[in-house]
């Protein structure tokens, strides 16, 4: 496994990134990248610390170490270990940054499982889960279409599409864009295949397509939307922004200009049915949502702490309504835990003696996550109100003695000086208010697909199942018990008409 020296280092591999307008020559060192990259830096760090090593490492039968999320899992005790890991890792970023290098371990842990699914090229499968269990490597990964006329079938669009414009010997060579490459600039490789319909008419196929691409690869460029980190470095200090400062997984849209995807990188080429089925067929959903809801269960631990500490703060704390909204907090706290813990407990087999989390469990995650965020975030704004924006502008504020005194006074809370509690609400602000906020809002509204997909899904997995079946028999067998006549069984006892007559 790489540490964070080799990884910080491996970074600087003359990848093409566009923010601003201009080129950037090492996201290692400039303003907008260099902080979130430290926060990646970290987390390999981690890996090598031996009190952390029995949370987070675990050997392979080939006998070198790994982040546990990174190896395909053989029980309902090694999948919740490995949930363990991720909420280690998650703890560093407060929960704040979701695709960390073991979020695509949630597909790459079950490559060499389920490289038979991949016809034609098994062993491209097997090598790139060896690869990745081995060097721990950072993948991040676009699948969706860029949004430019969805009102127009496939095909007319197919311009815009990530799809195979030439064929040669030795690979293929790959046009188009994709989104959202989360994080993308701080990773080594791009992981592209589509969520939804492939098929572009006419026999054309050439966007059915799964593969990875180095993101140095010649043709690639990132396009970055604006750093927040920058601009946290531009109009304040960490103090006013201590989570933009550091946690902002920029995003990017990916541009593949021509690029040559060699073939032992292609996981399926051409092929409707892999493209289209890889994301349930092969645990990729399993493990992406025991990933994400793990990710979130931090993220909540972190929020009831502000809320509990900015109650404190004010001196609500013992008011009924602030104690049923914090109670209320806590409790989808306690939720996301637990369906975490029942993704591992509820483990299914699959193929070569791995086991998968359980489904039931990771599509009510999906469904709920962003009804808990959203509700959330409104009692942070009902139970904190007004402290939110009586806050002086910056750190700066507080060295300048001729308002000093004014802060003192005026921005104190309940047992705390203004520095303190103002430290807190600035925190409170760039976790819901400020840019860096809203885009989380966005994040986890949209996290793990579309609003009304997530739901879809939800019955197509119970239709799956057979749980649809299960629960229509339920019905079914209540009805049983009785007719027009009455009940149906000696379990009841009919009464006549005539005896309630007398």
Excluded at 56 to 73: H, R, W
Excluded at 90 to 102: A, V
Excluded at 232 to 243: H, I, K, V
Excluded at 247 to 252: G, H, P, R, T, V
Aim: proline content about 3%; hydrophobic content about 40%.
């Amino acid at each position: 496994m790489m540490n964070g020296k080799e990884y910080l280092e491996s970074l600087n591999d003359g990848r093409v990134v566009y923010l601003n307008g201009k080129k950037i020559e090492d996201v290692t060192t400039h303003p907008a990248y260099q902080n979130s990259a430290r926060s990646i830096k970290r987390m390999y760090d981690s890996l090598h610390d031996p009190e952390k090593a029995s949370i987070l490492t675990t050997k392979t039968e080939e006998g070198y170490v790994t982040q546990k999320f990174f190896k395909a899992p053989t029980s309902a005790q090694e999948l919740l270990e490995s949930r363990n890991a991720v909420a280690e890792w998650s703890r560093l970023s407060f929960g704040f940054m979701g695709r960390t290098p073991d979020y695509k371990a949630s597909f790459t842990a079950h490559l060499g499982a389920f490289s038979d699914f991949y016809k034609g090229f098994e062993g491209n499968a097997q090598r790139w889960y060896d690869k990745t269990v081995r060097e721990n490597t950072f993948c991040n990964h676009t699948l969706v279409n860029p949004q430019v006329d969805r009102s127009k079938p496939l095909h007319e669009n197919k311009d815009v599409f990530v799809r195979a414009v030439d064929e040669r010997d030795d690979g293929i060579i790959v046009s188009g864009a994709k989104l959202v490459g989360t994080a993308a600039a701080l990773t080594h490789y791009n992981f592209v295949s589509n969520y939804g319909a492939t098929d572009l008419g006419d026999g054309d196929q050439s966007n059915a397509l799964i593969f990875f691409v180095p993101m140095n690869a010649p043709g690639l460029k990132m396009i970055s939307r604006q750093s927040y980190e920058l601009a946290a470095a531009t109009n304040g200090t960490p103090f006013d922004y201590p989570l933009s400062s550091r946690f902002d997984e920029n995003d990017a849209v990916i541009v593949l200009d021509n690029v040559f995807i060699p073939w032992e990188d292609v996981l399926t080429y051409k092929n409707l049915e892999i493209t289209n089925n890889f994301f349930v067929q092969t645990g990729f959903f399993n493990r992406f949502c025991l990933h994400g809801c793990t990710r979130f269960a931090v993220k909540l631990d972190f929020l009831a702490g502000m809320l509990l500490k900015a109650t404190e703060m004010s001196g609500t704390q013992q008011f009924r309504g602030v104690q049923v909204n914090i109670g209320e907090v806590l409790a989808w706290r306690n939720m996301f835990w637990a369906l975490s813990t029942a993704m591992c407990h509820e483990a299914v087999p699959g193929p070569n003696g791995i086991v998968m989390p359980g489904m039931d469990s990771g599509a009510a995650y999906r469904v709920l996550a962003p009804m808990a965020w959203l509700k959330i975030k409104s009692i942070f704004e009902q139970v904190i109100a007004g402290g939110l924006i009586q806050l002086p502008s910056s750190a700066e504020d507080f060295n300048n003695p001729e308002i000093r005194q004014y802060l003192d006074t005026y921005y104190r809370g309940s047992g705390v000086t203004a520095e303190e509690r103002v430290k807190l609400m600035k925190l409170v602000w760039d976790a819901i208010g400020t840019e860096f906020g809203g885009r989380h809002e966005l994040y986890e509204v949209n996290y793990a697909g579309n609003t009304e997909n997530i739901r879809l899904e939800t019955l197509k997995i119970a239709d799956a199942t057979g749980q649809s079946t299960r629960f229509k028999s339920f019905v079914d067998h209540a009805m049983s018990d009785y007719d027009l006549t009455g009940w149906t069984n000696n379990n009841w006892i009919n009464v006549k008409k005539e005896e309630l007559v007398r």
